[in-house]
């Protein structure tokens, strides 16, 4: 055990988590591993508290009753702040009106008009309820409207936890993968090569709006890039799709390659678009209208009228605020001002991405022990950064979250500088 390590491991936390660890217990017995998935503690340092009893604008309290300002956003969801009064007040009244029925309200139609007016690449929208749920229905209407088979996934990217794209193996048979092939994101010529193996039976390339694999520097994408998915695209007559699932509308409110000036075939949006409502959705061209009609997709939840309320209140809001303004200006000061502390303490870090979805890396740490004792530190300072995973920030934080969270920040910095030397 190396010497962080060991002072890591030795770290009793400063408070107590006694309702934290009761829910756990009981968990373990009627929940196997007692949580699953992206939100398990397990994936965390030991302080960090697995279940919330409440959450208000950027403000999360832990069912020990510890509040911390939070820079994870559900991981991703929460956009506006939590129990926004404007979102909350509309679902609530639609709620009240008609929840779920035999089929959907006019939201459906409101929504789906105003994402078209809003994102350039938007002909035509349609609803479901997970990022899973669209990038899934991406692939199928690419095959659908190409009648080929091979679609073009970056290495490491995340597209959801179904058997063609989930990064665990269990469960997963090689055929459910067996017309995929990779590529290395922003590397045009293994694009080339991707392309090359997928000869005449290319049905589409899914790329994510940024490279944001957990563990690693995020990457903006070049142009060259951008520009090589969508000419490779056409020149083979298969489907641009574009993950924006976690980057949506914290980018750019028309679609996150809307700067670069490219435009996907497909869109597959989810996360913030409901401000933690359920809510996902597609949006594509005219040429593939035609396509979606074949495809079946749907679901039981995926027509209630209440979350696609929530989209619509919380969209307009975002664009009546220029909340993408507010959220990359604010980035940039914690981004900053945390430069500024690492420096001051001479500690090396690499701050990658857009400075509205930050990820905070430190060199020299394959075990993550710099990175679980700076978050670790900053959650007893009250505020809840991630050691791996790229983090969110709102339209609900403001300049004192940013000074508050720089309190933490520095603390985080002065503990690996202590241990690390
Ligand atoms: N694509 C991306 C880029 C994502 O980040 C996620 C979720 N983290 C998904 C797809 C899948 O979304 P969901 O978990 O809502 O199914």
Request: net charge negative; charged share 20%.
């Amino acid at each position: 055990m190396s010497e962080t390590q060991a002072v890591f491991q030795n770290r009793t936390p400063p408070k107590p988590m006694p309702h934290d660890l009761a829910l756990r217990s009981r968990a373990a017995r009627v929940i196997p591993g007692g949580m699953w998935g992206h939100m398990s503690a397990k994936r965390l340092p030991p302080a960090f508290p697995q279940f919330f009893k409440s959450a208000e604008g950027t403000r999360l309290t832990d069912v020990d009753g510890n509040t911390y300002i939070d820079f994870m956003c559900a991981y991703g969801p929460m956009i506006l702040g939590y129990n926004d009064p404007d979102v909350e007040s509309a679902v609530n009244a639609q709620q009240v009106r008609m929840g779920i029925a035999n089929g959907p309200g006019e939201a459906m139609v409101d929504l789906a008009e105003l994402m078209v007016e809003m994102i350039p690449a938007a002909d035509w929208a349609m609803f479901a309820k997970n990022g899973t749920d669209a990038t899934t229905a991406c692939v199928s209407i690419a095959r659908a409207a190409t009648k080929k088979r091979k679609i073009l996934v970056a290495t490491g990217a995340y597209h959801g936890a179904v058997p063609w794209c989930t990064p665990w193996p269990g469960g997963v048979v090689a055929e459910d993968r067996a017309h995929l092939i990779c590529y290395a994101y922003n590397d045009v010529a293994s694009l080339e090569a991707a392309a090359e193996e997928a000869g005449n039976d290319l049905a589409g390339i899914i790329a994510s709006a940024f490279r944001h694999d957990a563990r690693v520097d995020q990457e903006m994408p070049t142009s060259q890039f951008a520009g090589a998915v969508r000419a490779m695209a056409d020149r083979n007559n298969a489907v641009l799709i574009l993950d924006d699932v976690r980057a949506g509308f914290r980018l750019n409110l028309g679609g996150s390659w809307e700067p670069l000036g490219v435009q996907p075939d497909l869109s597959a949006w989810s996360k913030a678009l409901g401000n933690g409502h359920p809510i996902a959705a597609i949006t594509g061209r005219e040429w593939l209208r035609e396509a979606v009609q074949n495809v079946y997709v749907t679901g039981s939840f995926w027509y209630a009228a209440a979350p696609m309320v929530a989209a619509m209140t919380t969209l307009q809001k975002l664009r009546r605020l220029d909340a993408v303004t507010h959220m990359a200006r604010l980035g940039q000061k914690l981004r900053d001002g945390i430069a500024d502390q690492a420096a001051t303490h001479g500690i090396g870090i690499r701050q990658t991405g857009p400075a509205q979805m930050p990820l905070v890396l430190f060199d020299n740490d394959d075990e993550l022990e710099k990175g679980y004792l700076f978050t670790t530190t900053a959650l007893e300072h009250g505020v809840y950064l991630h050691p791996w995973h790229n983090m969110f920030l709102s339209a609900a934080h403001n300049t004192e979250d940013i000074d508050r969270a720089l309190e933490g920040t520095n603390a985080g910095f002065k503990a690996v500088a202590d241990v690390c030397g």
